[in-house]
Nanobody, 126 residues
């Protein structure tokens, strides 16, 4: 059974950078897509970005495109979210997720993923 453990996050000023990590345990890491979502207070969890198992294909929400980068190190069983030019509206709890058994044709909905990390707080001050 796959488990995801997140690290990183914290408080940063607007314009700063942070990197989140998501380490997986369990079955072969490199065979399923990994995504990042975020949830701000009072809002629904929203898609941030996704990478395929080979990192050949990576897609992002328009709100973070050009500022956030997802990468993965299959040898370390870890996926990263590098966040730059952070804005106060990026403040949220960030979650990594794995699409292991869900046989959907989409990648942007929470229902597309069946294993989740514990979440990590990112706070961007103005």
């Amino acid at each position: 059974q796959v488990q995801l453990v997140q690290s990183g996050g914290g408080l940063v000023q607007a314009g700063g950078s942070l990197r989140l990590s998501c380490a997986a345990s369990g079955r072969t890491f490199g065979t399923y897509p990994m995504a990042w979502f975020r949830q701000a207070p009072g809002k629904e969890r929203e898609f941030v970005g996704v990478t395929t198992w080979s990192s050949i294909s990576t897609n992002y929400a328009d709100s973070v495109k050009g500022r956030f980068t997802i990468s993965r190190d299959n040898a370390k069983k870890t996926v990263y979210l590098q966040m730059s030019s952070l804005k106060p509206e990026d403040t949220a709890v960030y979650y990594c997720a794995a699409k292991i058994r869900v046989n959907s044709g989409t990648y942007v909905y929470t229902g597309d993923y069946d294993v989740w990390g514990q979440g990590t707080q990112v706070t961007v001050s103005a």
